[in-house]
Every structure is written in C-alpha cells, then in structure tokens.
C-alpha cells in the first residue's frame, strides 16, 4: 500500500466570490449583524433573543475544499457524525441530545425532507458546500415558527445569489487524496469541479451552477483484520441548480427555483465483524428534484413572503443477498409539497405581528423484497397557523412569544409555544442577556405509520426547552464572548417494539421523561487586524436512553492569519471526547455497548490570491496528525489528506 507518493495536481476549489471579497474587514459588530431564523424575517441579531450562529460567505471562503457536514460540525453545540468517514455514510445530526429527526433543514426558508425515510430526515451529502452563500444555526425548539422537526434546531442554509453585474462566471476545481491513517496513497481520489454564471439586468436576476464530486480509495466499512483489505466503495455526485428573480415593482419581487441532485455510490452492510458485508455488489442511487415559487411583497408598515416548494426523492438499492445469493432491489419514493404563507405588520417601530399559515403534504411509495407501499394510502397533510409577536422597546428589552396550533391529518391538533425575553444593557460595553421556554413537537413518519412495521396510534414526540444566556463585546470590540446553558426535555418519544416470542413488531410511542443538558459558549479574539481566533466549547450531558455517539466535551478552535489582502493561513484544531456507541457481533448475533476513545484533529489551509478579484489558489491538510480514531464502530475514518485547488472570476 506504500507506494511512492504522487504530486497532487494543482487544482482546487474555486467559490463563486472571489477571495478579493474576503479582504472586509473582520471589525464586525456582530451584536448588529442581521439575521432571520428567529422571526423569518431580517433584523438586527441585536434584537434577536437567541444566539445564532451565523456562517457568511466570507467565512465559508476560509473552509474551502471542507463538505458542508464538515463545516457544520464546527459550529458551537452541533455534532456531524459521518463527516470524517467515507462519503457515501449516512450522516448524524446531533444538537443539545437530539437526534437527525430533531433537527430542522431549511433550504432558502422551505424546509427540507425525505418523507420516505424513517425518521423525516433531509441528507445533507446531497447539498454541495460550493453552491451555499450563508448558513445560520439556531439551537433550541422552534416549532412555533417552523412546525414538526424544530425541537433541538434549525439549520438554515441560503444558496447563493446573483451579483450586481450583468454577468459573471466561476469556475473552481480542486483535487486530493482520500486515505485512511493507515494508507499513503497521495494521489488524487477525491475531485470536486464546478461552473457558475450570474448576474442582474434590469429588473432581472438569474443564478445557474453545476457541481460534481467523486471521491474513491475508501471503504465503507473498516476491515475486522489488519491482513484483510476491503474494496472501496465509490461515491460520486452531481448537482445542477438554477434561480431567476424578478423585480416587478419596487415593491413586489417573484423568486423562482430549480435544481436537481443525484448522488450514486456503494456501500456496506453494517460492520459485524465476520468480513461478509463486504462486497461490490451493494450500490445505491439518490436522486432529488426541487422547484418553487417565492413572491415577495412590501407595503407600508408590513412585508408578506409566500415560500413554497415541490419536492421528490428517490432512491434505490441493489443489495447483495448472503442467504439467497441473489441481489435484491428496493426503491423508495416520496414527494413533499410546503407552502408557507407569512405576514409581518410594524405597529410601530416597538411592535410587529408575525402571522402565518403552513400547509405540508407528504406521500411514499416502496418497493422491496419483504413488501410494497402504496402512495395511494402512504400519505398525510399538515395544515398549522402560527403567530408570533415581537417586541423591541427602547430601552433594551426585547421579547418574542407566539403560538402555533398544528393540525395533523393523521393524528389530529397539537399546540406549541415560545416565550423569549432578551435585554440589551445600555452601557459603553455591548451585553445582552437572554432566557427561552420553547416547545417543539415531531410528527411520525410516513413509514412508522403505514409501513409493515407502522402504527397508525402514534402520537408526536414533545419537546420543551429552557435556555440562559449572555453575550457581549469587550476592548472596543475585539472581543466577543458568548454563553448558554440548556435544560431540554422529551417525552412520547418514538421506540420500536418487538415481541421475541410472536415476531410481532411495530412503532410505539414510550411513557416516560429523557433529559439533556448543557453549556454552549464561544470566545472570538481580534488580536490585531491580521489575526483572528476563534474559539467554542460545549458541554452535553444526556440521560442514558440518549446517550449514543453524543461527546460529552467538544472543543473547536481556528486561527485565522492574513499577513498581506491576498494571503490567508488557517489552522483548525478539534477535540472530541469519549462517546458510547452500539456493536453488533455476528458471530454471536448480540448487541452490546461499547466506548469509543476521545480523538482529536488538527487541519491547515494556505489560499493566495494570484490574480486580484480574478484567480485565487489553495492548499489545505486535513488530520495532520494522522490520528486513527473511530466514529462509528467499525466504519473507516480519514487520515492525513492534502487537498489543491484554484478559483476563477470570469
């Protein structure tokens, strides 16, 4: 496997803003920053009573080369377990104890799913990072403005938007090596290309890109002995996406979108230690197409917005059979359809009404080996209104509170609610303090519902959190320091229940209370105006029924040094404590849990401007340490990998 090391070519990622953009100053109020997660609207993240974690283009510019899982993985409080796997693994999403079902994604304000999945989750692998202009995460229930799915967070993701030229074109490329700590295979396995054209004339603006990702030199799988090597499993993807806007009048604006997403890679069966789940054989293919329509309207005290979005996936399985030795095919197939309808009216500049109605149908179809589902019957609406005030005084208390009754086809009403005061000191030294009492509800699925396994008796989960906190800026802020504790509780909690002694099997909701709690805080530090650290901690503790591939102590820290405009360097290091997981033995056929050790990881980047506003070129190392860690039991994680690449303004 030690073959002579092969140049990495030169090569690399190219992000549709030139890295020229990247010289504004980092001297940023971020107590005045804009955000819209907690109302859906823009306003001052000074007013806002959360702290939200917000990823600008700039910022996503000094991760170049990274996934967007990776990327979120290291935002305060949020865990991405996959993300330093192979490509093609199922992601988890882990927020204050919750799991992917927990976890909202929204793509430009319209959340996101699979409805044929089991836990009504979106994969975030079929999103590439390089057609993402901004991502705000906002932790904590938040299902009064964002229905089923906003119980421990909502992951906001914009795409990106056009630019004031007439025209504008990009371009990036990038190549690496995708090695395990025990392979020093250094030559290109991992290839990420795309294009962009963009622009604005007149009253219209358009957005059209293309991206495609290969990586290979994996296994999915770790092997169970040293002496075996494991085929790698490829993983490959293709991503087209389009926008046009149009102003029609100054004060109405319609937004269309389009894009198509298809990822094809191979697989393995879960690790169980008797090397059989290894084979060729096993691919599996996801394809996704979204299109909307968002109107936008602005009067004189208020703004109205209408998002809505189209959404079928499908995805399908060849899988090889070790009892039949056949290849079994399984095809799931589901389609969403989301119209938000939401009203902001300014009393005055201390008061505004949020209203709204929310309108959600989802349907499946399935067919495997073991039996198929009908779309027909596998399907159910949700119909919720919602309203939300919002109170800015001048003095510097702020206060968001609302309701939201949810209407559910398939198990009738269910009502949630927010309190959320915040107060900003009026003092030479930025400081707010915040408090919340939110909860949040999770609709089963369309398969724990009507599958072979379903319940049509299920009820949602329920959520409550309550959360404290601060945040300031110090030394004419060059500092900003911010901290929150959480208490999150959960209760009807989805289970699966099966009987050993009839085989009966089937979705139940579970009595009883889990809990999870912790500290969310980060450090920024301006040292001087050419370098930049920044610092997060977070700290979960979970009862034992969550308690699974959730690390107690996370650390993440990054230096940022700009020794000239042109030039960056990045250092990233990460610290993630010890986690439980579950293992399989297939030699006995029993379950038992199991402590992964603590690991840690140290990144670099190196980006040069070579061209001014034009050509930029980047070198990054990832596990410079070449640490050999694990995730999930069993599955193969990276080593040391370099990454190169280069990115054209046209």
């Known amino acids: ?236 993807r293709q991503n087209a996406m389009a926008k046009l806007g149009f102003k029609a009048t100054n004060r109405l604006t319609l937004d269309f979108f389009g894009n198509y997403d298809r990822l094809k890679n191979g697989y393995d069966l879960t690790f169980d230690n008797t090397g059989f789940n290894d084979t060729n054989i096993n691919t599996t293919t996801s394809e996704q197409v979204r299109f909307g329509f968002s109107p936008k309207f602005k009067y004189n005290k208020g703004e109205f917005v209408l998002n809505s979005g189209f959404t079928k996936i499908a995805r399908d399985y060849n899988e090889y059979n070790s009892f039949t030795t056949a290849t079994d095919y399984s095809l799931y197939e589901s389609r969403s359809v989301v119209v938000d309808a939401v009203n902001k009216y300014s009393f005055s500049n201390e008061f505004a009404l949020i209203m709204g109605v929310n309108y959600q149908f989802n349907d499946m179809l399935s067919e495997t080996p073991y039996g198929n589902i009908d779309n027909k019957t596998t399907k159910f609406n949700i119909v919720d209104g919602y309203t939300t005030f919002v109170y800015n005084l001048d003095f510097g208390l702020n206060i968001n509170t609302g309701i939201r009754l949810n209407n559910h086809s398939a198990y009738g009403n269910n009502l949630v609610a927010n309190f959320n005061p915040s107060f900003n000191f009026k003092t030479k030294i930025p400081f707010k303090v915040l408090a919340s009492y939110s909860t949040a509800y999770i609709t089963p699925s369309l398969y724990q519902l009507y599958s072979e396994y379903g319940n049509t008796d299920l009820t949602p989960e329920k959520n409550t959190t309550i959360e404290a906190g601060f945040e300031t800026q110090l030394f004419n802020k060059k500092v900003k320091f911010d901290a929150v504790a959480f208490y999150r509780d959960q209760t009807n909690s989805f289970d699966f229940f099966f009987d050993s002694n009839t085989f009966e099997a089937y979705y139940i909701n579970i009595n009883g209370t889990n809990k999870a709690k912790g500290v969310e805080t980060e450090l920024t530090f301006e040292v001087m105006d050419k370098l930049r650290v920044n610092a997060n901690y977070t700290f979960t503790q979970v009862d034992k029924a ?105």
């Open 1 to 236: 496997m030690k073959k002579t090391v092969r140049a990495v070519a030169i090569l690399a990622m190219l992000n549709t803003c030139a890295y020229a953009q990247e010289q504004d100053s980092t001297k940023v109020n971020s107590l005045k920053e804009v955000v819209i997660s907690d109302t859906k609207f823009a306003q001052s993240k000074e007013k806002s009573g959360k702290v939200i974690e917000v990823i600008s283009a700039k910022e996503l510019e000094k991760k170049s080369g990274q996934s967007l899982a990776t990327v979120l993985s290291q935002v305060t409080g949020v865990e991405i377990n996959g993300n330093q796997s192979a490509n093609g693994k199922n992601l988890g999403y882990y927020i204050r104890g919750g799991k992917n079902r927990q976890v909202l994604i929204l793509i430009d304000g319209i959340p996101v799913t699979d409805a044929s999945g089991i836990s009504l989750e979106y994969d975030l692998r079929l999103l590439p990072v390089e057609q993402v202009e901004s991502i705000e995460v906002m932790k904590g229930a938040a299902s009064t403005l964002y229905g089923t799915g906003a119980a421990t967070g909502v992951i906001n993701i914009t795409l990106k938007k056009a630019s004031k030229k007439a025209i504008e074109g990009n371009a990036y490329v990038n190549i690496g090596s995708n090695n395990t700590s025990d392979n020093k295979k250094y030559n290109g396995q991992d290839f990420n290309q795309g294009i962009s054209v963009n622009g604005s004339y007149k009253k219209v603006n358009y957005f059209a890109g293309f991206n495609s990702t290969e990586t290979g030199n994996i296994s999915q799988i770790a092997s169970p002995d040293e002496s075996v090597k494991y085929e790698e499993d490829r993983f490959s």
């Open 546 to 650: 969550l308690d699974r591939l959730i690390p107690k102590h996370k650390v993440n820290t990054g230096l940022d040094f700009q020794p000239t405009p042109r030039t960056l360097f990045n250092v990233n290091y990460q610290y993630f404590d010890a986690r439980n997981d579950a293992f399989f033995d297939g030699n006995t056929f029993g379950t038992s849990f199991v402590k992964l050790d603590s690991y840690q990881l140290v990144n670099a980047l190196a980006k040069y401007e070579l061209i001014k506003n034009r050509l930029t070129v980047f070198g990054s190392v990832t596990n410079i340490l070449n640490e050999e860690f694990v995730e999930n039991i069993g599955y193969s994680t990276r080593g040391r990998n370099f990454k190169l690449g280069l990115n054209i303004v046209l």
